[in-house]
């Protein structure tokens, strides 16, 4: 009888998520990545190309990719019609790559956090997710340590 370890569980799960957050964030981007102003002969109205209601937010991290654990990260964007940044995850919750998540600016149309990188991440891309009460962000964050 084989054994699997949980970093050979994981591992796979992971690569799953990851792939799912781009594949995602690549389907809400793709008509933007279209020809403007058309899809398919088509003219494309503002509405068609702006992500689905309850996904508007937008996401950035800096530095992105990043080096260090325990190197402090901004997290900035903008909530997309929201109410305001209510909260940031980053990573999983079995498996968190942000701590200390600080919320400095919740604007709508303008919001910065704080947070320091996980001791305990290695090489590898991970989501950050935003809450920006009614609407959500993510993006990938690249760590090389």
């Given amino acids: 009888m084989r054994t699997t370890t949980k970093p050979q569980r994981t591992l796979p799960g992971l690569a799953l998520a990851a792939g799912l957050v781009t ?26 190309q702006q992500p689905p209601k309850g996904a508007r937010a937008t996401v950035q991290v800096s ?10 990260v901004t997290i900035t964007g ?3 019609g929201g109410t305001g940044l209510k909260s940031v995850i980053g990573g999983f919750p079995e498996h968190p790559v942000l701590e200390n998540v600080r919320i400095v600016k919740s604007g709508p149309d303008e919001f910065e956090a704080k947070a320091t990188l996980s001791e305990r991440i290695g090489n ?16 990938l964050l690249v760590t090389h340590v």
Wanted: hydrophobic share 25%; charged share 20%; with cysteine.
């Fill in 124 to 139: 590898g891309v991970g989501p950050v997710f935003v809450d920006c009460g009614g609407e959500a962000g993510v993006t």
């Fill in 63 to 72: 530095p992105n990719p990043t080096t260090r654990r325990g190197e402090e």
């Fill in 78 to 80: 903008n909530c997309g």
């Fill in 23 to 48: 594949a995602t964030s690549i389907g809400i981007a793709g008509g933007a990545s279209a020809d403007p102003g058309t899809t398919e002969g088509k003219s494309m109205t503002e509405a068609q």
